[in-house]
């Protein structure tokens, strides 16, 4: 039986307001201070480019109700396209979902598309805390550029703040 480590093809679908139920809930269980509907709302009027990311599975592969259903929501990114860079504002893969390589996955189809688009450069800030990502970037070639000052909220209860490490990674473009 096919699991989602094996699936070869991702399917990038850009983000619609009927998405928005199966991102929230993806959302809630993976950040401690997740983005709202709201948030996802104003990305999509904003004309952000969201995606979801599904499986593209064959009849034969496809498990209805599962993982292995091609409609389910794997995983999920914001990005915003500035003069002369990408911003990853959110990624986010179910936490069901992790350590199969999707997010490396992700990045390289990110790379991708800001090649596509004639972006030399791909920013996004991330949490000192958040060791995973900050683990993966770093493999696949980000390096810190500056750091935020009480960027992300840490607490409600105290109204502490945590730093916001920005990287950056160059995009080699064809000419």
Known sequence: MTSPKDVAELSFMPMQLTDLDA????????????????????????????YCIRPSLSKDEE??????????????C???????????????????????????RMMEAIEGVAAQQK?????LEVRPTNEPALSLYQKLGFEQIGLRKGYYPASQETGIREDA???AKSIKLEP
């Open 23 to 50: 991102v929230l809930a993806i959302e809630a269980v993976s950040h401690l201070h997740p983005w709202t509907r709201g948030n996802f709302s104003d990305s999509l009027a904003a004309a952000h480019w969201a």
């Open 165 to 167: 490490i920005v990287m």
């Open 63 to 76: 498990v209805p109700g599962t993982f292995l259903d091609s409609q389910a929501l794997w995983a999920y």
């Open 119 to 123: 972006m030399p450069r791909i920013i």
């Open 78 to 104: 914001i990005l915003y396209p500035a003069v002369d860079e990408l911003h990853l504002l959110n990624i986010t893969v179910s936490p069901e979902l992790r350590k199969l390589g999707l997010g490396a």
